[in-house]
Nanobody
């Protein structure tokens, strides 16, 4: 059973930055894609970003392109999300997961296979 522990969230003003981390334990994830999702109050969980096992391929939902950067450190079994130019609409609980990257209507998203962690709250004030 893989355990995923997210951290790095907080309260930030619009335009600010945060760096999220997700540490995995129980199994090495160096050969599988990892990614981030978020869930805002009253909304369904949505895909945010994914990164291939080698770090060479990255995928983003349109609303975060140019502002967020996903990266990973396979030696630490950890994936990161650097979030810049944050907007109030980025406010959500952020979760990480792992699995295949699949196409969907011209875009790509991560099909999460793991159990969801507790997430980390990101709140962006206007």
């Amino acid at each position: 059973q893989v355990q995923l522990v997210e951290s790095g969230g907080g309260l930030v003003q619009a335009g600010g930055s945060l760096r999220l981390s997700c540490a995995a334990s129980g199994r090495t994830l160096s050969t599988i894609a990892m990614g981030w999702f978020r869930q805002a109050p009253g909304k369904e969980r949505e895909f945010v970003a994914a990164i291939g096992w080698s770090g060479g391929n990255t995928y983003y939902t349109d609303s975060v392109k140019g502002r967020f950067t996903i990266s990973r450190d396979n030696a630490k079994n950890t994936v990161y999300l650097q979030m810049n130019s944050l907007k109030p609409e980025d406010t959500a609980v952020y979760y990480c997961n792992f699995g295949p990257v699949v196409p969907d209507s011209g875009n790509y998203y991560l099909r999460g296979l793991g159990s969801w962690g507790q997430g980390t709250q990101v709140t962006v004030s206007s």
